[in-house]
C-alpha cells in the first residue's frame, strides 16, 4: 500500500495532518466494488493501523440499497443484495481486525449510523444542499451516472435511476460530515483508493462557501 502525495487542495491538506498526527482515520469500503477483495482489505487495514492511532470502517451497506433499486431491483431484492455484498467486506474486515493490534473497529451503519442524531441533521443539510445548489448537484449526479449507466436494464430510464442512486451518495456525504461529531473528535481522515470529487470540493466549501477544517482526505492505494 501506498500513501498518494502532494495532492493540492483543503480536503488532502486536512488529510496529511491528521497522518502526520497520526489521528483517526476512516476507511470506506463501497458494497459491489471489485476493488476491496479480501487480500486487498487485509493490506489496506494492516497499513492504516501502523499509520493512525484510531481506524473506523466505514462499509455503505445500507446506502447501497438505494444503488440497486436504481438499478431495477424491487426494495426486498435490493436490501438483499446490499446486505450480502455489506457482509462479505465485513467478514474481510472482522477477519483482519483480529489478527491486529491497535484501536480499529467496524462500524455497523444501520445500529450506529442511520440512528445517530448528527447523521440525520446533517442529512437533512445536504438533501437541501441537494436541491439548492446547481453545481453540487450536478456533480452528484453526474458522479451517480458514472456508476449506473453500465450496469441498467433496458427498460430503466438514466434520469430516473439517478434520481433515487444519488441518496448512496448523499447519506456518505451526511456521515462524513458528521463523522467528527459522531466520533468525538475534532478532526478526521476519510481514506480511499481513489478521488472522491465531491468530497474535495464538499471539503473546500465550494458548493456553499462553508471550508471544513474538521475533514480530510487521504489516498491509500
Request: proline share 1%.
Amino acid at each position: 500500500m501506498n500513501i498518494t502525495e502532494k495532492l493540492s487542495g483543503l480536503a488532502f491538506e486536512n488529510g496529511y495532518d491528521v497522518l502526520q498526527e497520526g489521528g483517526l482515520a476512516i476507511v470506506g469500503m463501497s458494497p459491489g466494488n471489485s476493488y476491496f477483495k479480501k487480500g486487498t482489505i487485509n493490506e489496506l487495514l494492516k497499513f492504516c493501523a501502523s499509520k493512525f492511532s484510531q481506524v473506523r470502517i466505514m462499509v455503505a451497506d445500507k446506502p447501497m440499497e438505494h444503488s440497486y433499486k436504481a438499478l431495477g431491483y424491487s426494495c426486498f431484492k435490493a436490501k438483499k443484495k446490499a446486505r450480502l455484498s455489506g457482509n462479505t467486506l465485513k467478514n474481510h474486515s472482522l477477519s483482519t481486525i483480529s489478527g491486529l493490534v491497535g484501536d480499529v473497529k467496524l462500524i455497523e451503519w444501520e445500529k450506529e449510523i442511520d440512528q445517530h442524531a448528527s447523521h440525520n441533521k446533517e442529512l437533512q443539510k445536504i438533501i437541501s444542499l441537494y436541491e439548492g445548489s446547481n453545481k453540487f448537484r450536478q456533480e452528484v449526479r453526474e458522479t451517480t451516472r458514472k456508476v449506473l449507466k453500465n450496469k441498467l436494464r433496458e427498460a430503466i430510464a438514466i434520469e430516473d435511476a439517478i434520481d433515487e442512486g444519488v441518496f448512496y451518495l448523499l447519506k456518505e456525504l451526511a456521515f462524513l460530515s458528521a463523522s467528527p461529531e459522531i466520533f468525538g473528535i475534532q478532526k478526521v481522515t476519510y481514506v480511499y483508493h481513489d478521488h472522491f470529487e465531491v468530497f474535495e470540493h464538499f471539503v473546500s466549501g465550494i458548493y456553499n462557501g462553508h471550508k471544513r477544517g474538521d475533514l480530510g482526505f487521504v489516498i491509500i492505494s
